[in-house]
């Protein structure tokens, strides 16, 4: 059987498909599995076992249409007998029905687009099944399983990206060139929209109380982080930034040595979770029972504000993440560091 998989974006919600792509490589009649990619975000397909065969499509920019018929046009002679839409938007929906007739995707209930549900077979949800790794593990398994009314809330399996030698030796060449030896932690100061972020105040507090302790490593995403990342760094003697952003394979292996990793409910934060690194994840408009790491190696702290979480992009009174106490931070970090 030939599968397809189509999940576009974001970094952090193709690190919580990860679990879904297993269990279908450990279904026996499976045994070609591609995955349809944003090419924004090609760069995690770095992360993905060799097996899997990686298609891109350019949605955004010039020529969205017609790159999207292209790809089409492609993929249709894959002639693939099961699609996976676990986008839920109304153009991952078109785009997969478009592929193929046999596509299953999310019910109406739970599908972030509720349109979408016209182009798919809705799967439904048990009612206990509330994180984005339980919803895509159910979607992979219900082709297999058929799609009545769950009687048990499939479990949350934590996303695994395994490091590989190359990662480890990318990580310490990034290491020696940035000249951080022994003991670190490491700071992610990006979000991809500004409700998920805490003061700058904060981070330059955490990065100095971080300091006293052993080294701190800023990692950032775009020009506007990478001066947020310099700031943080810039009264703290014991924090560093990178002048470029890291390869995504390099963060990998950076993360998997680090005592401890902080940040805002970004791709990176998922990805340290992800290669086990003991994490303390910071919480304001989402929430860590949607799309959080589970386990005893992470941390959540969270905004308590009567208004969250609200899911939102931008808000009119931003009072959640400026609540979070930088010592309650300090704290976690503490309890968790290896």
Request: proline share 7%; hydrophobic share 45%.
């Amino acid at each position: 059987m030939k599968v397809l998989i189509v999940k576009l974006s974001a970094f952090g919600d193709i690190i919580h498909a990860l679990p879904a792509l297993h269990d279908l490589m450990q279904q026996p009649d499976v045994n070609e599995i591609h995955w349809l990619v944003d090419s924004r975000f090609l760069f995690a397909s770095e992360l993905f076992p060799e097996s899997v065969k990686v298609h891109k499509v350019a949605l955004k920019g010039d020529a969205p249409l017609r790159n999207a018929l292209h790809m089409i046009k492609t993929l249709r002679k894959e002639q693939f007998d099961l699609i996976l839409d676990l986008q839920g938007l109304i153009k991952s929906g078109i785009t997969a029905r478009a592929i193929g007739s046999n596509v299953f995707g999310f019910d109406a209930r739970q599908s972030p687009e509720k349109p979408n549900r016209l182009f798919v077979q809705p799967v439904p949800f048990h009612q206990d099944e509330k994180h984005v790794v339980q919803l895509y593990r159910r979607i992979a398994a219900a082709p297999f399983n058929g799609v009545e009314e769950p009687a048990h809330a499939m479990t949350y399996t934590p996303p695994i990206v395994h490091v590989t030698d190359a990662m480890r030796k990318q990580g310490e060449e990034a290491l020696l060139n940035i000249g951080i030896s022994g003991a670190f932690s490491i700071l992610h100061v990006g979000a991809s929209f500004s409700t998920k972020r805490i003061p700058d105040s904060h981070w330059s507090f955490i990065a100095t109380e971080l300091s006293r302790d052993g080294q701190v490593l800023v990692l950032w995403g775009n020009r506007e982080e990478q001066l947020r990342a310099e700031m943080t760094c810039s009264g703290s003697p014991n924090a560093i930034t990178t002048p470029e952003m890291l390869p995504i394979a390099t963060v990998a292996g950076l993360l998997e040595r680090a005592d401890a990793y902080i940040g805002q409910d970004t791709g990176v934060t998922h990805l340290a979770a992800a290669v086990e690194c003991p994490t303390i994840c910071l919480w304001g408009p989402t929430a860590p029972w949607r799309m959080g790491a589970l386990g005893a190696k992470h941390r959540h702290v969270v905004a308590e504000v009567p208004c969250g979480p609200c899911f939102k992009r931008s808000c009119d009174q931003f009072v959640c993440m400026p609540s979070i106490r930088p010592e309650h931070i300090i704290s976690a970090w503490r309890e968790v560091k290896r």
